[in-house]
């Protein structure tokens, strides 16, 4: 008689210990991928894209900035616009369904930050006229003023004390604009985005907008840029800090 009892409890058992007949859990989220920050038309706005998560059933996503949330969107929606942001930071984007949500991707809108020196054109060889700035990492490095090296050129010091677009000395070199701004190094926010000539006088202490196009495409960066030193002995000489905007088209700096 005890054994008609023994089955059905040897499978409660068995469903307490193995999860026979339970439903299985539901899928881990998958983050999205791919994050790409751009300047939008009006260079003020910033866009941002993503592919979307492999994970078919998500709710949506969240985006942050510097750590708050600042957007919820639908699952099928991939892009979204920051208006008129006033700071730089980093923002994340993360997928979420119900109160689930997976790691997130991230991308950063602060410049590189560095420093520069530059000698008068005039100098004789040995002692680099020319700057040009890495066109993904923004970092900055001199170059004699030679043909040889004007791909890399966005600048140089000329003999007339003024920084000067490249393609003045060469007709297909890298196009470079300067505007001189009233404004503290450290309080420019978004540079001017019109306005721009190919030269700019040389003056201590002086703030300058720069905007940098490469091999003649519709894309460009900015550069804020402020002449620390200016020396004459044994040959002119100006040493310049220099925050460059990563983001393509985006002209907040600080």
Known sequence: MRRKYLLPLVIA??????GYGCPPPEESIEPPQNLVLKGATNEVDLELSWSPSPTEDIDGYIIYFNGAEIADV???????T?????????YRVTAYRGDEESAAIEASTEPYEGTGELYIRSAPVGYNSAWGWNWTSGEGAS?????????????????????????????????????IID???????????????????????????IVVRKNYTDTW???KLKITAVATTPYSKINFNYAYQRVANFSLMD
């Open 13 to 18: 058992i068995l469903v307490l210990i193995f």
């Open 183 to 209: 404004a503290t190094y450290d309080n420019v926010g978004n540079v001017p985005t019109s306005g721009y000539i190919d030269n700019a006088l040389i003056g201590l202490n002086q703030v300058y907008a």
């Open 221 to 223: 960066h900015y550069v």
């Open 74 to 80: 639908d699952a099928d929606v991939t892009h979204w």
């Open 143 to 179: 170059y004699s003023l030679m043909s040889d090296n004007k791909s890399y050129i966005d600048m140089y010091y000329d003999n007339d004390n003024t920084m000067t677009s490249a393609h003045i000395l060469w007709a297909d070199g890298n196009i470079t604009g300067f505007k």
């Open 82 to 90: 920051h208006v008129g942001p006033t700071d730089v930071g980093t």
